[in-house]
C-alpha cells in the first residue's frame, strides 16, 4: 500500500496531455501510515456496488458470472466473445466484523463471457430513507439486445430484469423501472442507443440513476417514470489507437453518482474508449443547472465516496488506463478545501468496482472481473 500526492495545480496539464498507450503522470511514494488493505471476504462473482443497511451490515452487488458454463444457454456474440445469459446475480450480505456472506437475493440476471468473466449484472446496491434496499441491473448495449436473446431462447423473465432498477419487497427484487425501454424510446443524450443503469442513489423526489451507455442522469419517480436530470459532453477528440490517422471522441460514461453532504449530485466518470489516462472528472450536478466539474484528473473512474469529514474518494477500476497493460486501480481521496489536491491512499487493488465509507473505513469491492476471484476489501481511514 502506498500513499502520495498528487496537485493539479502543478501538474493537470501533464496528466490530460498523456500517451494513448497509458503512460501516467509519475507520483511519488511514500510510507503515509495506513496499513495494507484487509481482506474480509472472498471468493465472489463479480461483486461490484456496495452499501451499508441497518444493524451495521454491508451489501454488495455481485453480477454473477453469466450462464456459468450451463448447457442450452442463449448465448450472442459479444466483441470480446460469445456473451451468455444466466440467472447467476445476486445480492449478498456481508459480516464485515467475522467475514461470514449470506445471499440475500439469488436468480437475478447476468450477462458474461462463457468462462464467466467480466460479466454485467446486479451493479448497485443503496438503501432509501426509509431503509429499502434498491439495486440496479446492468445490460452494456443496445437494447434492441433483448430482442436478440429471446431469439436465442433465453427465459422471458431473466430478460426483462436487464436494464432495470429495483426494490427488495418480501425478499424478491421488483422492477419499478424499465431503464432499456426509456433509452430506446427516448435517447437523451442523442448518440447511439446504448443502456447500463450501473449505480443509483436518492434525492427527495427521485431514485436517481448514472447511466453509464446512455451517458446521462436519469431520476425515477416513485410511479417508476423516468425522466433525464442531466447529460455529458463528450471528450475532446483523440487519436484512434485502432485506427491510425483518424479521431475518435470518446463518450463521457457517468457510471457511478452519490449525493454530498450539500445535497448536491456527484458524478464520477469512466470515460470510454480509448480510455485517455488524466481525462476522467467528476461533475458536481444540481438539478435544473448546469453541470460544473467539481475535481478532475483522474483514469476511468468506477466509483465515488464521501468521508465524513466532506472529502471525497475517488476510485479508478484502472490507474494506467483500460487500454493499457496491467490492472491495478487506485483510491485516492480528494481535500474538500482544495479539489486539485489528490491524495493517493491506495494502489493495491486490482480492477476494483465499488465503494462505500463507514465512519472511518473504506470498503471497497476488488476482483471484479473473474467469476470467483472477487474480494471485499477494508482500509483504514486516517
Given at each position: ?238 487519436d484512434n489507437p485502432l485506427a491510425p490517422g483518424t ?136
Amino acid at each position: 500500500m502506498r500513499r502520495a500526492r498528487l496537485s493539479l495545480a502543478a501538474a493537470g496539464a501533464a496528466c490530460v496531455a498523456v500517451s494513448l498507450m497509458g503512460a501516467t503522470p509519475a507520483l511519488g511514494h511514500g510510507d503515509g501510515g495506513h496499513d495494507e488493505p484487509e481482506v474480509v471476504a472472498s471468493g465472489l462473482d463479480g461483486p461490484r456496488g456496495l452499501a451499508f443497511g441497518g444493524h451495521g451490515a454491508l451489501y454488495v452487488a455481485q453480477a454473477g458470472r453469466g450462464a456459468g458454463g450451463a448447457a442450452g444457454a442463449a448465448c450472442i456474440p459479444g466483441p470480446e466473445g460469445s456473451t451468455c445469459l444466466g440467472a447467476t446475480g445476486k445480492i449478498s450480505r456481508v459480516d464485515v466484523r467475522h467475514g461470514g456472506v449470506k445471499d440475500v437475493v439469488t436468480g437475478r440476471a447476468s450477462l458474461a463471457s462463457e468462462d464467466g468473466s467480466s460479466a454485467i449484472g446486479p451493479s448497485d446496491v443503496a438503501f432509501d430513507r426509509h431503509g429499502r434496499l434498491h439495486a440496479t441491473i446492468g445490460l452494456g448495449n443496445d437494447p434492441a439486445l433483448l430482442t436478440q436473446l429471446l431469439a436465442a431462447g433465453a427465459d422471458e423473465k431473466l430478460v426483462e430484469q436487464l436494464a432495470s432498477v429495483n426494490v427488495l419487497r418480501r425478499g424478491w427484487l421488483r422492477e419499478y423501472a424499465d431503464v432499456a425501454d426509456f433509452e430506446a424510446k427516448n435517447n437523451p443524450a442523442g448518440d447511439e442507443v446504448d443502456t447500463n443503469p450501473n449505480s443509483l442513489t436518492f434525492t427527495r423526489k427521485f431514485t436517481v440513476v448514472a447511466d453509464a451507455g446512455g451517458n446521462s442522469l436519469l431520476g425515477v419517480r416513485e410511479n417508476g417514470k423516468i425522466v433525464t436530470l442531466a447529460t455529458f459532453p463528450q471528450e475532446a477528440e483523440v487519436d484512434n489507437p485502432l485506427a491510425p490517422g483518424t479521431k475518435v471522441a470518446p463518450d463521457p460514461v457517468p457510471n457511478t453518482v452519490v449525493k454530498g453532504p450539500d445535497g448536491a449530485l456527484y458524478v464520477g466518470q469512466l470515460t470510454g474508449f480509448p480510455f485517455v489516462p488524466g481525462t476522467a472528472k467528476v461533475w458536481r450536478i444540481v438539478p435544473g443547472e448546469k453541470p460544473t466539474v467539481y475535481a478532475e484528473g483522474f483514469t476511468n473512474i468506477i466509483d465515488i465516496a464521501f468521508t465524513g469529514d466532506g472529502n471525497l474518494l475517488v476510485l479508478e477500476i484502472d490507474h494506467n488506463g483500460l487500454f493499457a497493460k496491467g490492472d491495478t486501480g487506485a483510491l485516492f481521496e480528494v481535500n474538500r478545501w482544495d479539489t486539485a489536491d489528490h491524495e493517493l491512499l491506495t494502489d493495491d487493488l486490482t480492477q476494483p468496482g465499488g465503494l462505500t465509507v463507514r465512519k472511518d473505513t473504506a470498503y471497497i469491492s476488488n476482483n471484479t472481473i473473474v467469476a470467483g476471484a472477487g474480494e471485499i476489501l477494508r482500509l483504514e481511514l486516517d
